[in-house]
């Protein structure tokens, strides 16, 4: 099918109950052909590659989030993983998850990016799902999700403060949203210092991935946990070389062992000076709107050695300013569940 032309497609049934509305599908054979259909068909339009995320929210009629066209971006050329030592790691964006947990120099040089992307749900989906969908996919608060009209879908209020807060909500406070970044990998390029590539209309531009995950985002009057506008996408995910003498680790705490969002994990990266910490990165997932840098802890952890002491330190330091919910359910177990997450990090560490 050529650009700018789409054809009606009729939802497979995915359930009892529900099937994928119809929708127009437009093809795009490059980068700048995809911004340039999600302008010109607006807010009614999304990008789809792996689809795994957007054909659920659809599949479920989630109001803001079931678009009347898909931009399908698989057949771009933003499927691969390219290293060197003198530029680090370059990743496409529609590379499968899979590829990321199982490339070679991913595992050797960022540890903690292949541990983190080999824990993302379940084979099928990180056969399926992409580098960039990973770290922009939509919250999974189950108000989201089962279309109650919250601020992400449209609405003015949080359902997860007063409701049942127990998995899906932050134990680092909020704002207008306490849903927390589903993501794993996005955990791992926070700590690894990573920036994206963003394709829009006005060209191609770079960004810290902090600056494109911010925690909260109001975009076409729509409350999102990125800042991409409607008529941008990822094309690549960049991440430094490694300094030498560092060494990463990930820990993901889930319900269940497969297909199954972190209730609480820790990435961490740490740079030695022969048995001294020189420098410190350590970010948490599930637990807050972002990924969450534990500042504290990184600094307290400079100039110590990893010894059981300074591990269950850092590892308190790193959920001391916790909020967590007290109102609804609550979700302050969680707290506990980051504090171990952390001490197993390092622990793999020392």
């Not at 509305?21 to 807010?43: I, N």
């Not at 929210?57 to 030592?85: E, H, R």
């Not at 919250?139 to 949080?158: D, M």
């Not at 409607?230 to 820990?251: D, K």
Request: glycine share 10%; hydrophobic share 40%.
């Amino acid at each position: 099918m050529d650009a700018g032309q789409w054809d009606i497609i009729e939802g497979g049934k995915m359930s009892s109950n529900n099937e994928v509305p119809k929708y127009g599908l437009l093809t795009a054979s490059t980068p700048e052909e995809a911004v340039s259909l999600l302008t010109q068909y607006g807010e009614q339009a999304r990008i789809m590659s792996g689809g795994t995320d957007l054909l659920y929210l659809m599949k479920n009629g989630v109001v803001s989030k079931t678009p009347q066209y898909v931009v399908d971006i698989s057949g771009l050329p933003l499927n691969y993983v390219n290293y060197s030592a003198s530029d680090g790691l370059r990743i496409g964006a529609t590379t499968p998850i899979a590829t990321i947990a199982s490339d070679p120099n991913i595992a050797q040089y960022y540890a903690v990016l292949s541990q983190a992307a080999a824990t993302v749900a379940a084979p099928q989906i990180r056969n399926q799902g992409t580098a960039a969908g990973d770290v922009i996919q939509d919250t999974w608060c189950w108000y989201l999700r089962n279309n109650y009209p919250c601020w992400q879908n449209g609405g003015n209020v949080c359902y997860g403060v007063l409701g049942d807060n127990r998995y899906y909500q932050s134990i680092f406070g909020g704002r207008l949203t306490f849903a927390v970044n589903p993501g794993d990998t996005p955990v791992a390029y926070y700590a690894l210092d990573a920036e994206v590539t963003v394709q829009g209309p006005g060209g191609s531009s770079t960004m810290p991935i902090s600056q494109l995950l911010p925690g909260e985002a109001i975009v076409g009057g729509i409350v999102k946990e990125n800042s991409l506008q409607h008529n941008e996408m990822i094309t690549e995910i960049h991440v430094p070389p490694p300094p030498a003498n560092s060494m990463s680790a990930w820990y993901k705490v889930r319900a269940r062992q497969s297909f199954d969002f972190a209730l609480a994990s820790a990435a961490a990266v740490l740079t030695f000076n022969g048995s001294t910490i020189s420098h410190a990165s350590l970010v948490l997932g599930g637990v807050d709107v972002a990924p969450h840098r534990a500042t504290a802890a990184e600094s307290y952890l400079v100039g110590n050695t990893l010894t059981t002491t300074t591990i269950q330190e850092a590892a308190a330091k790193a959920v001391a300013d916790a909020e967590p919910l007290t109102t609804g359910t609550g979700n302050s177990f969680r707290v506990f569940l980051a504090q171990g997450a952390v001490s197993k990090a390092l622990t793999l560490l020392s």
